[in-house]
């Protein structure tokens, strides 16, 4: 049997976190009304959706003298969703005759993301907005690359090509509307969407909506619909990794709940 190759890439903010990167930085830095600053961004059609904080760290006078080392420490800060390394381990390994290229394609601050996924997702497999920092003072003094809006569709084709994936065998996996280009661009290549919000915006788009608070699963609706894979040989693919596909409510929106198993768990 040919072997298929996938490739899955996922947002950050609030789709493997519960938090926005932005809101956990303008904590560490003190800035009190970020989502105001952030929503007022959003009616005035400044900037594209997602690149909000990219904005503010090169404009807000609250944002000024942002450097790496914050932006790292943000990271250390951001608390991740259930499972992730299992996630990560369970496409690592390939499941039967199809195997699994996974990437984060996000528009935080790629040192925040790297920084929240060290020693869970290679550093090269992690795309985020990039900065340019002062020599003198360690500042940001410009922004490279904001990947938002079409920004992370450019991506998404950057790593199909040099992956050798066609576009029917992509998946994106996202939560908000700064998501939504690129779930059509990935939609109309065949590719499979993934929603893990009840976003009524990016819900009309995905393929599948997923709710809950483990990131594996989002490998459900994959193992399922794509794989075509039963739900026997699903839940032993989960309990092999430590898991238990506790409920599963089959709709639209698929509600999932997963939980670890403590023997299991600590060995992967």
Not at 13 to 25: A, C, W
């Amino acid at each position: 049997m040919t072997t298929k190759h996938y490739m899955l890439a996922s947002d950050f903010d609030q789709t493997l976190s519960f938090n926005d990167s932005g809101l956990v930085l303008a904590e560490l830095l003190g800035v009190s009304d970020f989502e105001r600053k952030v929503a007022g961004l959003a009616s005035s059609n400044l900037v594209q959706q997602g690149g909000e904080l990219a904005y503010l760290i090169r404009h807000d006078p609250d944002f000024r003298g942002v450097r790496r080392e914050h932006l790292i420490e943000a990271g250390r800060r951001v608390r991740l969703k259930a499972a992730l390394p299992t996630l990560v381990n369970i496409l690592g390994n390939g499941v039967g005759e199809s195997r699994f290229s996974f990437f984060v394609v996000s528009a935080a601050p790629r040192e925040v993301v790297v920084s929240a996924l060290a020693g869970i997702v290679p550093a090269e497999h992690i795309h985020g907005t990039e900065f340019a920092y002062d020599p003198v003072s360690g500042e940001v003094s410009s922004i490279k690359r904001v990947v938002a809006g079409y920004g992370k569709v450019a991506v998404i084709d950057e790593l199909s090509r040099a992956q050798g994936i066609p576009r029917d065998r992509i998946i994106y996996v996202g939560d908000g509307s700064s998501d939504v280009h690129v779930m059509l661009h990935v939609n109309n290549g065949e590719g499979f969407t993934i929603a893990v919000s009840e976003n009524l915006q990016l819900a009309r788009i995905a393929r599948y909506t997923v709710l809950s608070d483990n990131t594996c699963s989002v490998l459900v609706p994959i193992f399922d619909q794509l794989l075509g894979m039963r739900m026997p040989e699903i839940r032993r693919v989960f309990e092999d990794n430590g898991l238990q596909l506790e409920d599963w409510e089959r709709a639209r929106t698929d509600r999932i709940l997963i939980r670890e198993t403590p023997s299991l768990s600590a060995q992967v």
